[in-house]
């Protein structure tokens, strides 16, 4: 499988041949469980103590010979567990057991469960080639909501010269993009770009953003990275640190990419 080498200018300067993985079959099951599990390993756990809303001396004294106050049965009460060596107004209050004031809840979340997905490693390699081979089919990078000038973008994934990866400035980036007919794409994310509703708003999910072009680069290092990270929706990403969530966001595969030529060897 070839594919052009474009030039920052948008010419198209050779052609070459793309890694194996491109050829790789699209497994979209696949796909989405390599996603959801990358995504549950970021969870933390999480859960009720064990003890909350039980911290109290309320007991159930079955027994019928204890004096009234002691005892919770033939008292014309409901047979609860109640609150012992109490103040007055307190004591023989219903407490320790769900749905009476500050009773504990009757199926809090368990801090043990295990919440991270699990996936074989060799499955998870092949998810990231199946999501890559997705980044060459324009269908899928259109029926994901990518827009681009097909004039311009004539073949997919785009294989920029090394010399994009020296690119310092953002509208030097922006003048790429714009030659190379993806600079529609980011404003599309920038335009749908909407106010979450609800309490996300004051949990640090303000908006709702869409996720635009992804840049795959050589080195972790490089002057573009800077220059690239502050579009709206663009993610930039070492080639070794490529995985499928990236390459298909919300398991959904054929996101628009950028690969720069030395970072296609890294693939």
């Known amino acids: ?55 109290n001396t309320a007991i159930y004294v079955g027994a019928r010979h204890y004096p009234t106050p002691m005892r919770t049965i033939n008292t014309g009460r409901a047979r609860k567990p109640r609150l012992q ?17 500050s ?27 199946s999501a890559l081979a997705a980044t060459a089919v324009k269908e899928l990078v ?19 010269e090394e010399k994009f990866e020296s690119l310092k400035k953002a509208k030097e980036v922006a003048k790429a993009f714009e030659n190379l007919g993806i600079m ?7 335009e749908k770009r909407q106010k979450r509703a609800g309490k996300g708003k004051r949990r640090g999910r303000r908006y709702k953003k869409r996720k635009s072009i992804l840049v795959i680069v050589s080195k972790p290092k490089v002057p573009v990275i800077k220059a690239v990270r502050n579009f709206e929706g663009v993610d930039v990403v070492p080639a070794k640190l490529v995985n499928a969530e990236l390459l298909a966001p919300g398991a959904r595969a054929g996101r628009l990419s950028i690969i720069t030529e030395p970072a296609l060897k890294e693939l």
């Not at 307190?90 to 004031?101: E, T």
């Not at 529609?184 to 920038?190: K, L, P, T, V």
């Open 1 to 55: 499988m070839k594919a052009s080498v474009y030039s920052i200018e948008g010419q198209a300067l050779r052609q070459i041949e793309l890694p194996p993985a491109f050829s790789e079959e699209i497994d979209f099951n696949l796909i989405k469980r390599a996603v959801l599990a990358i995504r549950s390993a970021k969870r933390k756990s999480y859960g009720a103590n064990p003890r909350a809303g039980r911290n």
């Open 85 to 101: 060596n109490r103040r007055y107004l307190l004591y023989g209050r219903v407490a320790g057991i769900a749905g009476v004031v």
């Open 103 to 129: 009773g504990p809840k009757a199926h809090p979340a368990k801090a043990e469960k295990q919440l991270r997905e699990k996936i074989n490693k060799k499955e998870k390699r092949k998810a990231t080639r």
């Open 142 to 160: 259109k029926k994901r909501g990518h827009y681009f000038d097909e004039a311009k973008t004539k073949e997919l994934p785009i294989i920029v």
């Open 184 to 190: 529609q794409d980011i404003e599309r994310a920038r």
